[in-house]
């Protein structure tokens, strides 16, 4: 699962309804909290195996935990690995030489362990070498955004995103300060060097009826 919001969305209960489906149909038992989700956890960079779910999944494996013949259920391949297509094939045979059937829940195909089928190799293969590309590709596109915000920082500003007495100005292109805010930060700065604590302070503010900045509109 790529980001939060796909998990706030309907990636999750998605995920999960294909499961339940899938293991209903082949009489199979769903372990649904063995692993939590990874969210925000790159495949592309192989974050997933290093530190994420995919990860613990395939410790348990080697150690024994989890036995020959199960399932290891995915929405599709590039839930697995995003990565170069070497890196991903040794990942996919690791699983698959382990004894795991692999099922990629989009198309319902599985894939199973110690299988020789060539037909099944070659479908992986396409599938992790587009995953790999697609992604380098959104990378590529990612960086040259970035770097063309940066090469125009000078006269436009990279992000809204501010202190919180200040706001962007999106016609000027230049950031400006909102000034009730600007006097309350400075009436605490004011306050902290006369020796007052933060106690004090915010029971000052609230007394006042000074309100909450909040986000900057």
């Known amino acids: 699962m790529s980001t939060d919001m796909q998990l706030k969305g309907d990636s999750l209960r998605r995920q999960l309804a294909a499961s339940q489906k899938y293991v209903a149909e082949h009489d199979l038992e769903l372990i649904e909290d063995f692993l939590p989700p990874d969210i925000g956890v790159s495949a592309f960079k192989g974050a997933n195996v290093t530190g994420g779910a995919l990860g613990r999944f395939l410790a348990a494996v080697r150690d024994g935990q989890i036995e020959p013949g199960s399932y290891l259920l995915v929405e599709s391949l590039d839930r697995i690995t995003r990565q170069k297509l070497l890196q991903a094939q040794a990942l996919f045979l690791e699983i698959v030489n382990s004894g795991i059937n692999i099922v990629t829940l989009a198309d319902g195909h599985l894939y199973r362990a ?25 990378s590529q596109r990612c960086a040259a955004a970035w770097s063309n915000k940066r090469a125009n920082a000078g006269h436009r500003k990279l992000t809204a995103t501010c202190p919180a007495w200040l706001r962007l100005n999106k016609q000027l292109g230049e950031f400006e300060v909102i000034r009730d805010r600007a006097i309350v930060v400075r009436s605490i700065f004011e306050d902290c060097a006369a020796g007052i604590g933060n106690y004090t302070i915010t029971k000052r503010l609230n007394e006042r009826g000074v309100p909450h900045f909040g986000r900057s509109s």
Do not use: P, W, Y
């Open 114 to 138: 110690g299988s020789n089928d060539l037909g099944d190799f070659i479908i992986s293969l396409v599938s992790m070498a587009r995953a790999n590309e697609e992604s380098e590709l959104k």
